[in-house]
Every structure is written in structure tokens, then in C-alpha cells.
């Protein structure tokens, strides 16, 4: 069995949606399709898989364009969830980049009322923590969604800063979100001390 991974061409793009990001995320997660294509053909954004034998495993969406990368979309599939799949390919995805680091936002589990998607939301972040994420300290909120950040190193193996982080994911937004529309559904703060 050949475990391999590759960007989809953008003509892919579309299958992949519609089967996989549609039934994976929340529609307040979702960015628009035009969005993502219109992304990949400025080059500011990468969508890889991981496939055995060329079926889906996973998939993973990202922003690039600065000295760290976003990860918009990051799933395995269902039937194969709880297998290390998503371990296996968040290692070649690193390995395979050439940036300061990876940005990673997850939903905040303290703003999410339903008892499984609080769950769900907590399960992530323990996911992200088993490969060294660094808990970013600023409160983010993306289209009324509250998310957590964290910073996953990659060719930086010291901690950058944390303002450095949200430059780079304040500039990866713009890319990949009209003015407007940023200035009215991006919200953050740096978290207090107290």
C-alpha cells in the first residue's frame, strides 16, 4: 500500500469541497470556494492530500504568502479517523514547508454550548499540543467565531513572538479576505494577565 502526498491542481479543488470540507466543517467555517480558487491562482494557497492507492485519507488546506502559513483546513476522513493518520500528515505537511512556522486556529471549546462540539473542539486542541503548538495569548474572533491560536514551529525552532504571529496572520487574512468584510468579522485582543 503507497501512502502519498499532493496539492491538488484547482480543478480538484471543486470535488473535494463539495464531498469532503462541506460535510467536515461547520458552515461558519467555511470559506467560500470562489475564495479558495481564487487563492490558489494569486499562489497564496496550497490544498494537499494524503491518499492510499489514491483513495482520500486526508486533507489539508493552506494560506501561504509570509514567513508563517495558516492552516485553514486540516481532517482525516471519518471511517479512518483515530488511526494516526492526522499525525502521520501533519509531519509531512511541515516537513514539507519551507516557513518560520504554521499558525493553527481552533475553535475556543470555552464559547461552544453543545456537549459534543465542545468535545470535538477539545479534542483538536490535544491533538495540536502533541506536536509542540505554542499557545498564542490573544483572543481572535473570525466571523463570530471564537478561535484559540497557536504557532507550530517548522524552520524556526525558537519562538518567534507573538506579535510577529498575528502580523503574519493579520496579513494572511487580507490575502484572503475582502477589506470590508475585515474590517467588520475580524475582531481580536491580546489576552489580559489577570
Not at 467555517?29 to 494524503?50: F, Q, T, W
Not at 486526508?58 to 479517523?81: K, S
Not at 486542541?125 to 473570525?142: A, C, D, Q, S
Request: aromatic residues 12%; contains cysteine.
Amino acid at each position: 500500500m503507497a501512502i502519498t502526498t499532493r496539492e491538488l491542481n484547482i480543478n480538484e479543488y471543486k470535488a473535494l469541497y463539495k464531498e469532503n470540507i462541506v460535510r467536515d466543517f461547520p458552515v461558519g467555517e467555511r470559506r467560500p470556494l470562489a475564495s479558495l480558487k481564487s487563492l490558489k491562482k494569486k499562489g497564496n494557497y496550497k490544498l494537499m492530500v494524503l491518499e492510499e492507492d489514491g483513495h482520500l485519507l486526508a486533507y489539508a488546506g493552506m494560506i501561504t504568502g509570509h514567513q508563517n502559513i495558516l492552516l485553514d483546513y486540516f481532517a482525516v476522513i471519518p471511517e479512518r479517523r483515530g488511526q494516526g493518520i492526522g499525525g502521520n500528515f501533519l509531519q509531512k505537511l511541515i516537513g514539507g514547508e519551507d516557513a518560520d512556522g504554521m499558525i493553527i486556529e481552533c475553535e475556543n471549546p470555552d464559547f461552544i454550548e453543545a456537549p459534543e462540539g465542545k468535545r470535538q473542539a477539545e479534542k483538536r486542541i490535544e491533538f495540536y499540543h502533541k506536536f509542540g503548538v505554542i499557545p498564542i495569548k490573544y483572543k481572535f474572533n473570525l466571523f463570530g467565531v471564537e478561535y484559540k491560536l497557536f504557532w507550530l514551529p517548522i524552520t524556526k525552532k525558537q519562538f518567534i513572538s507573538e506579535e510577529q504571529v498575528i502580523n503574519d496572520l493579520l496579513m494572511l487574512y487580507t490575502l484572503a479576505i475582502p477589506p470590508l468584510m475585515f474590517k467588520k468579522f475580524v475582531k481580536y485582543r491580546k489576552e489580559s494577565n489577570n
